[in-house]
């Protein structure tokens, strides 16, 4: 079966709109996104790592974001 951008896209506008109302929140997911690559199958982790690449790609191409921009450089994110 092909994977299709409404797999991740309700996910995406979640975070986006979650910044600045709910910073931590946002930043817990990305982190999570970060992070399950190597943790959950250690095994697949670059398999895992591509995929989430290549969903961020698309997330870009496809328009449902302009930029990922707002996502990575936003202050509210605590850095530490």
Known sequence: EKE???NIEPAILLINASIRSHPVLACSLLDFLCRIATAYCPPLADAICVGIKN???DIVQK???SSLTTLVETPK???N
């Open 4 to 6: 299709n951008i409404m």
């Open 55 to 57: 969903s961020f790609h």
């Open 63 to 65: 328009k449902v974001l």
């Open 77 to 79: 994110f605590d850095r």
